[in-house]
């Protein structure tokens, strides 16, 4: 059976796990940054983040929540810590938990990239330096 990609995904609407296109998550919007939750369960959640050029997923930190990013399409400036690191499609980037981080798309096309996170005690929580935690 495959997956319904008509909403997120969950372990009941999962089908055999193979996703083999993520067209249907790659939805822009001129006004701000789109991310699309693509599955979610008790253990990760995945989605998948598109920037028109100039927007970003600014610097935050999940205090226990590790990321896996491969990037789609697009480039830009992986920004981690106090350094910016240019990336492209095809790119993987590994972050572990508490870590300082975020993507800005420098590029004149869109950007997308796909982000798997683990689930801590207290499901995905991001911080910004002047916002509160913010929970899914």
């Known amino acids: 059976m495959p997956a319904d990609l ?3 995904m969950t372990p ?3 089908g055999t796990g193979v996703l083999r296109d993520l067209a249907p998550f790659r939805s ?4 701000e940054a789109n991310v699309v939750v693509t599955y979610e369960d008790v253990d990760q959640t995945l989605v998948v983040w598109n920037l028109e050029p100039g927007q970003e997923n600014a610097p935050h930190v999940h205090p226990a929540n590790a990321h896996t990013m491969m990037v789609l399409e697009g480039q830009g400036l992986f920004l981690r810590e106090n350094e910016s690191v240019p990336i492209k499609g095809g790119d993987w980037i590994v972050i572990p938990r ?3 981080h975020g993507i800005r798309n420098t590029g004149k096309g869109r950007l997308s990239y ?3 996170t683990t689930n801590g005690p207290e499901g995905y929580v991001k911080q910004t330096a002047s916002a509160p935690a913010r929970q899914h």
Not at 28 to 31: E, G, I, P, R, T
């Open 6 to 8: 008509s909403k997120k």
């Open 114 to 116: 796909l982000a798997v």
């Open 12 to 14: 009941a609407t999962l």
């Open 98 to 100: 508490a870590t300082l």
């Open 28 to 31: 822009f919007s001129n006004q």
